[in-house]
């Protein structure tokens, strides 16, 4: 299974875009990169997922690099409720997650 | 409600006690699986069911972890003789298999402490 780095941490300002990058250079062909984001004290949550094209949905927009070795989530306007940790996992059956990035929305 | 639902939320147990989880899956969907996460990680893969058979367990997953789902619906994890390394949270999703992707549907968690 391919595995991710993501960022420990990230800030992001109210209303602004939150850029989450992710690398995943061990990635084969037919592995999916999905984003699953993690409330405090909830369980995880799925956001996204892709194979080769970006994609967009009503919580965000994932843009996948053509050699497919990185990727980056967009939550488009952040609000303080976006506040969690974010976790990008490659894997063409279940799912391995990492530590993630925790993204604090700054009032 | 008719997400992932689990019970306990909450179980505190002695070291050496077995304990027992309960996942009840969205009805429609054949696959189950079951995570374990310790503070400051992320989820870990313990096992996971296609219908009633069990098709993956991870290295995690000791002798002293049984998990079944016997009817193909809701699904228990037991661990036996616990011990304090076991305290933990344990998640269960659920999804619809596809060839396609993978999206999985996460219950609140199991918070499991051995005292």
């Known amino acids: 299974d391919a595995k991710t780095t993501q960022p420990t941490s990230m800030d992001c300002a109210e209303g602004r875009a939150a850029n989450l990058p992710c690398n995943h250079s061990t990635i084969s062909g037919n592995e999916y990169v999905y984003w699953y984001r993690q409330i405090h004290s909830q369980g995880p949550q799925y956001i996204i997922h892709g194979l080769k094209n970006n994609e967009t949905n009503e919580m965000a927009s994932l843009i996948i690099t053509e050699d497919r070795k990185s990727s980056t989530l967009i939550l488009p306007h952040a609000t303080l409720r976006d506040t969690a940790v974010y976790y990008c996992i490659v894997r063409s059956r279940n799912l391995f997650f990492g530590t993630g990035t925790r993204l604090t929305v700054i009032p | 409600d008719t997400g992932v639902s689990q019970n306990p939320r909450h179980k505190i147990t002695k070291r050496g006690q077995n304990v027992t989880f309960r996942c009840d899956p969205i009805?429609?969907?054949?696959?189950l699986y079951w995570y374990r996460q310790t503070l400051g990680q992320g989820p870990e893969f313990l096992t996971y069911?296609?219908?009633?058979?069990?098709?993956?367990k991870s290295r995690l997953l000791s002798d002293r972890f049984s998990a079944e789902r016997p009817k193909g619906s809701f699904s228990t994890l037991e661990i036996q003789r616990t011990e304090q390394g076991d305290s933990a949270m344990y998640l269960c999703?659920?999804?619809?298999?596809?060839?396609?992707?993978?999206?999985?549907?996460f219950g609140p968690g199991t918070r499991l402490t051995v005292l």
């Open positions: 069911f296609q219908n009633e058979a069990q098709l993956e």
């Open positions: 999703a659920s999804s619809l298999f596809s060839t396609d992707y993978n999206e999985q549907f």
């Open positions: 009805s429609e969907h054949n696959r």
